[in-house]
């Protein structure tokens, strides 16, 4: 439906579209980081709770979404799986890369981060970390997927997510009515930013190839790039835009939550309704390059230092990943 509104629309509709959608783009990210860390204050999460619980649940929606097509649509689980492990995979290279070059250049004080960070969120983080990089693992030891994984892993999501919630920091004393006014008005404005990204980002990626298609971009390139880049940049925008104002642990919870959400809550309910098994050694280079990432992230937070040579280590791990995933044979 939406193709053919833009096949109407034309090269000139289109380009209105792409540039409308990058103005809502910009306005609602900043709508999600203002509100996001509004929030934090009041609840007393933290901004780093507040990144893993609710906006990386929202910038997971279009994983979601080619997940639930999927249960409908059986033929399509193995493109889940693969959209699963290839976001978690731009979220740690690519957009935790790109964000350290940010800290560096425009923040060279941030360098020692991680060790101001207090211990329960590097604990969050690096759970997190270590429960992206299991789980491939185990599925390539399995070798298909099992319903019984996905139970489990759908719970391993509400617990976590369950502990979380349950510690917070201390707060400035309010009263209870002044506190629910605007925690409520905080997750309202929040929810509102994350829709305004994840609709604009849709009409971009939809607008972007369609315009890369009329100029003659072959598809398989347009596939390659645009497409295949869309559904984490609901997390490209929402961490760079966090980054740039200085919320780097309101990044980093949104980036490692989306990675934890996808290989918990959205793999598991992939397995436990899709109709059909996947053989997973058919992913076996994208569960190599999951494993690699992880490992390269957590290295990175037990040193403790962002610098410029860490944002184009991860850079240089996903161009590679590139390379490898379109060379030929």
């Known amino acids: 439906m939406q193709k053919e509104l833009l096949e109407q629309l034309g090269i000139i509709g289109n380009v209105v579209v792409l540039f409308a959608s990058l103005v809502v783009l910009i306005r609602a990210s900043s709508l999600t980081i203002t509100n996001s860390v509004n929030l934090a204050s009041v609840t007393g999460l933290g901004k780093t709770k507040v990144g893993f619980l609710l906006v990386a649940f929202s910038t997971s929606l279009p994983e979601l979404f080619v997940a639930t097509f999927a249960i409908l649509d059986p033929q399509t689980v193995g493109i889940s799986l693969g959209n699963i492990l290839g976001s978690n995979i731009i979220n740690i290279c690519l957009i935790l890369g790109i964000g350290f070059l940010i800290m560096a250049?425009?923040?060279?004080?941030?360098?020692?981060?991680?060790?101001?960070?207090?211990?329960?969120?590097?604990?969050?983080?690096?759970?997190?970390?270590?429960?992206?990089?299991?789980?491939?693992?185990?599925?390539?030891?399995?070798?298909?997927?099992?319903q019984i994984l996905g139970f489990l892993l759908v719970g391993l999501f509400v617990y976590n997510m369950y502990e979380l919630a349950k510690k917070r920091e201390t707060v400035e004393q309010i009263s209870d009515t002044a506190e629910k006014y605007e925690r409520g008005k905080y997750i309202i404005k929040t929810f509102l930013g994350i829709i305004g990204v994840v609709a604009a980002s849709?009409?971009?990626?939809?607008?972007?190839?369609?315009?890369?298609?009329?100029?003659?971009?072959?598809?398989?390139?347009?596939?390659?790039?645009?497409?295949?880049?869309?559904?984490?940049?609901?997390?490209?925008?929402?961490?760079?835009?966090?980054?740039?104002?200085?919320?780097?642990?309101?990044?980093?919870?949104?980036?490692?939550?989306?990675?934890?959400?996808?290989?918990?809550?959205?793999?598991?309910?992939?397995?436990?309704?899709?109709?059909i098994e996947v053989n997973i050694s058919a992913f076996s280079d994208l569960i190599l390059f999951s494993l690699i990432s992880n490992i390269v992230f957590g290295y990175i937070m037990q040193n403790s230092k962002i610098r410029i040579q860490e944002g184009i280590t991860l850079i240089a791990i996903y161009s590679i990943f590139l390379v490898i995933s379109f060379s030929p044979g």
Do not use: Q, W
């Open 105 to 146: 250049i425009k923040y060279p004080e941030s360098a020692e981060f991680f060790t101001k960070m207090a211990r329960d969120e590097v604990g969050n983080l690096n759970f997190g970390i270590f429960v992206a990089a299991i789980v491939p693992l185990l599925l390539l030891y399995l070798g298909y997927s099992s």
């Open 202 to 275: 849709f009409f971009i990626i939809e607008s972007a190839s369609f315009l890369a298609l009329s100029v003659g971009v072959p598809p398989v390139i347009v596939g390659a790039t645009v497409v295949a880049f869309g559904t984490s940049f609901p997390e490209l925008v929402t961490s760079v835009d966090s980054i740039r104002k200085g919320f780097i642990d309101l990044a980093l919870g949104n980036v490692i939550g989306s990675c934890f959400i996808n290989i918990t809550l959205i793999l598991g309910l992939t397995f436990m309704f899709a109709p």
